[in-house]
């Protein structure tokens, strides 16, 4: 079956410690695209990706870093320097950027 | 720039009843409309959209229409169900921001039996 994965489902970070949260489609699709979603909000968009080895800054995208090294895959870094970082994170993809987006089940990252 | 406005729940509602959830734009042009639903814990599915003026998408018992005077796409359904309590988020892809989909707030709805 296609579709988006998310691993893993809930994720734990320490103060001053980098984690990174994965995405996989196995969608053929060319564009990729991170939201953060708050308790009570809409999406806010982080990163998005519209080809390989290319990618551009969302509205919220200071304290975090992605790579597209593959078109299947599109890895988000939360680091340090995020000093918010608690919140349910959403991948996507579609076919080309913009068109109907196809969302993964999310992960939800915990601060200790 | 673009931008997506929606009614503010929660809305609470009984099992059979009419539902409306309101959707106003702004965007230059002619964007393209969608509304998605998010089920508790998950991540978010196309419900339905629509591209052109007066448009109507429709699944599941949903209906929405592309109102291009009014800039609206409001949300119905003419008999909700328990198995529909979830948050709906409406969005747009605007044609000066054709890269990306732009978002409402979502509103969250409770069918009660």
């Known amino acids: 079956d296609g579709g988006i994965t998310q691993s893993p489902k809930y994720l734990f970070r320490k103060e001053g410690q980098n984690v990174t949260l994965s995405c996989e489609q196995n969608?053929?699709?060319?564009?990729m695209y991170w939201y953060r979603q708050d308790p009570g909000q809409g999406l806010r968009l982080i990163y998005y990706s519209q080809i390989v080895n290319d990618f551009q800054k969302g509205d919220i995208a200071e304290g975090y870093s992605v790579s597209r090294e593959k078109k299947e895959s599109f890895p988000l870094t939360v680091t340090s320097a995020q000093k918010n970082p608690t919140a349910f994170y959403l991948c996507a993809s579609s076919t080309q950027a913009g068109e109907t987006q196809y969302f993964g089940p999310g992960t939800r990252l915990l601060v200790l | 720039g673009d931008s997506v406005t929606q009614m503010e729940g929660p809305v609470t509602l009984s099992e059979e009843a009419f539902l409306t959830i309101n959707c106003t734009y702004t965007a230059t042009g002619y964007p393209s409309l969608f509304w998605y639903v998010q089920y508790p814990g998950e991540g978010l599915q196309l419900l339905l959209k629509a591209t052109k003026a007066d448009d109507k998408g429709s699944n599941k018992g949903f209906e929405a229409t592309y109102r291009k005077e009014t800039t609206s796409f409001h949300l119905e359904k003419g008999s909700v169900q328990v198995s529909d309590s979830a948050v709906y988020f409406c969005a747009l892809r605007g044609t000066a921001s054709y890269d990306k989909v732009i978002f409402g707030p979502g509103t969250s709805l409770s069918v009660i039996p």
């Open positions: 969608l053929n699709h060319d564009a």
